[in-house]
């Protein structure tokens, strides 16, 4: 029901509920979904998921960055977990957002902060960074961002929003960089996106057989959809492509099981894991995606201590959350 997608995504724009959601730290079942605020927790996380063959890209939380303060800062927080990452030789890499380094409002100063990132990551071994997508708003700096540093740097990559009608266009455009094949969590209007999940679905399996038989790096199939996963395993059984040319990526906190089965079975694994205070934006990107999700805040809901901690400005969100839940049960 467009309604409860609608209803989360303007709950993630919601300036106000991100700063207030970062004084609470993260509740709502958030916790399960975002792996904690300090380096020794994420860097626990990280040996957790290694020990079971899977290697991991770190999110640095952050949305709504506006001063030049903000950006340095955020910069100098993912300088610091790459460094984390790095003396402990973990097996695990960086996801940034353009935005977060300050291309919202000053495109060189995002260019100069992921330069100096890049920079130290090609210290340490060459480590992979990725530039995540985000709003279509955003697009042009990105790419313009990556078409200025991929000849200087081979450890860049950067995200396929498989509802772009542009898509299929970026996958032609950059078959030397690594890849991250997504269905596209945004909202965006029809004349830029497909709308109806058959389409995106269709268009995300179009686009990953391209890539597949085209790309000359790595291409991370990330989605937590089954029936994808199946029909990817297919393909590049029945086109001879060898495992070490893609991966799979999930999110960490969703169908960990699935993700845990996938690596044992040989194939590469890859789980994104946010880290940081600023969790209420993409928390509520991942309700938007599935309002099933929200089973993992009505059991924090429900225990005691919540109320006490969240008040009852988070308590009314998840009231309405569930509110919604009830009546798109009743709108199928
Ligand atoms: C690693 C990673 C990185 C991402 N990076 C970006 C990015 O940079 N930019 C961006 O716009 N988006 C990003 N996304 C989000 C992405 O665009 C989708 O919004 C999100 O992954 C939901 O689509 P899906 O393909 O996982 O499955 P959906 O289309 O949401 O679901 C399809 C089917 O999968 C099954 N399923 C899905 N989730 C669950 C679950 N939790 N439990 C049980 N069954 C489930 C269900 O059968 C469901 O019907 C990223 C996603 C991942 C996994």
């Known amino acids: 029901m467009p309604i409860v997608k609608d209803f989360f995504i303007a709950l993630s724009n919601n300036t106000f509920l991100n700063n207030a959601a970062k004084n609470i730290g993260p509740v709502l079942g958030a916790n399960k979904v975002v792996a904690g605020n300090t380096i020794p927790k994420l860097l626990d996380t990280i040996e957790q998921l290694n020990a079971k063959g899977i290697s991991v890209t770190v999110d640095n939380l952050g949305e709504f960055v506006a001063t030049k303060g903000e950006a340095l800062k955020a910069k100098e927080q993912i300088l610091e977990i790459m460094a984390a990452i790095y003396d402990h030789q973990l097996d695990a890499h960086m996801s940034v957002k353009l935005s977060q380094l300050g291309a ?116 991370s199939i990330a989605t937590h959809d089954d029936r994808i996963i199946n029909h990817v395993k297919q393909f590049v059984r029945d086109n001879k492509i060898e495992r070490d040319r893609f991966e799979f990526q999930m999110l960490y906190g969703f169908r960990s099981e699935l993700a845990e089965a996938i690596a044992k079975e040989g194939y590469q694994f890859c789980i994104y894991v946010p880290y940081g205070d600023d ?41 309405t959350g569930l509110a919604l839940k009830y009546l798109s049960k009743r709108g199928k």
């Open 279 to 319: 969790w209420f934006g993409y928390f509520m990107r991942r309700l938007a995606e599935r309002p099933q999700n929200i089973n993992l805040a009505i059991k924090e809901f429900i225990k005691p201590q919540f109320v006490k901690k969240a008040g009852l400005f988070t308590g009314s969100l998840v009231v």
């Open 104 to 219: 919202e409002f000053d495109i060189e100063l995002a260019y100069d902060n992921l330069r100096e990132i890049l920079l130290k990551a090609h210290e340490y071994d060459n480590m992979h960074i990725n530039i995540d997508t985000e709003k279509y708003d955003s697009l042009f700096a990105i790419t313009q961002t990556l078409d200025r540093l991929k000849g200087e740097f081979k450890n860049v990559g950067t995200v396929i929003q498989a509802y772009l009608y542009k898509a299929d266009a970026l996958v032609d455009k950059y078959p030397e960089l690594r890849l991250r094949m997504v269905k596209g969590a945004y909202k965006e209007e029809q004349n830029i996106a497909y709308q109806t999940k058959e389409e995106i679905d269709e268009n995300y399996i179009h686009l990953v057989e391209k890539r597949l038989k085209n790309a000359k790096h790595l291409t």
